[in-house]
């Protein structure tokens, strides 16, 4: 008896995320899908539904329900920072004093406030975060540590880092 083809995304109500947390099933359309989109979210559906073999409207309809479900969760236009005026890119590690639950949130809410903070990753290990600041220059990060990251009650010890060159630069998942 032959496997009846799936002509859809089927999403179920179960997985290791826990009962009732909605779960994508990805097929290979939609991964291919989502492929083209990680390169160019910028490309028309039908352009799109031409690269899968798939009408206009079912491969539309499979992207409203990936995002629906979370699994695109945004398009975003990707910047050079160079040519925005934000050229400095610098990676600090931060250890906090403590780790109660409310103080590591109250601090990854504090940072993800500000905007030069493009990313805001809480670690295992010797240090508790690492941030991705972007700037002008390393007298705006001077400003940024005094002012705002070491001003900070929570915060025991910083370590930062000046990227010299950015040897890969890619938000794209492998899938």
């Given at each position: 008896?032959?496997t009846?083809?799936?002509?859809?995304?089927?999403?179920?109500?179960?997985?290791?995320?826990?009962?009732?947390?909605?779960?994508?099933?990805?097929?290979?359309?939609?991964?291919?899908?989502?492929n083209?989109?990680?390169?160019?979210?910028?490309?028309?559906v039908?352009?799109?539904?031409?690269q899968?073999?798939?009408?206009?409207?079912?491969?539309?309809?499979?992207?409203?329900?990936?995002?629906?479900?979370?699994?695109?969760?945004?398009?975003?236009?990707?910047?050079?920072?160079?040519?925005?005026?934000?050229?400095?890119?610098?990676?600090t590690?931060?250890?906090?004093?403590?780790?109660?639950?409310?103080?590591?949130?109250?601090?990854?809410?504090?940072?993800?406030?500000?905007?030069?903070?493009?990313?805001?990753?809480h670690?295992?290990?010797?240090?508790?975060?690492?941030?991705?600041?972007?700037?002008?220059?390393?007298?705006?990060?001077?400003?940024?540590?005094?002012?705002?990251?070491?001003?900070l009650?929570a915060?025991e010890?910083?370590?930062?880092?000046?990227?010299?060159?950015?040897?890969?630069?890619?938000?794209?998942?492998?899938?």
């Amino acid at each position: 008896m032959e496997t009846p083809r799936r002509t859809h995304t089927h999403f179920s109500l179960s997985g290791p995320f826990g009962k009732g947390r909605l779960l994508p099933s990805l097929d290979g359309t939609d991964i291919r899908i989502l492929n083209i989109l990680q390169e160019n979210a910028d490309l028309h559906v039908n352009y799109i539904a031409n690269q899968v073999y798939k009408s206009t409207s079912s491969t539309h309809e499979r992207i409203r329900k990936m995002r629906e479900h979370g699994v695109i969760q945004k398009y975003i236009a990707i910047l050079d920072r160079r040519l925005v005026g934000r050229p400095t890119l610098v990676v600090t590690m931060v250890r906090l004093k403590q780790h109660a639950t409310f103080i590591l949130e109250g601090f990854a809410a504090e940072v993800n406030s500000w905007p030069e903070v493009q990313y805001c990753l809480h670690l295992s290990g010797e240090f508790d975060f690492v941030l991705h600041v972007s700037l002008r220059d390393t007298q705006e990060y001077g400003e940024f540590l005094n002012e705002k990251l070491c001003g900070l009650e929570a915060v025991e010890r910083v370590q930062s880092s000046v990227v010299l060159k950015e040897c890969k630069s890619m938000a794209a998942l492998p899938l």
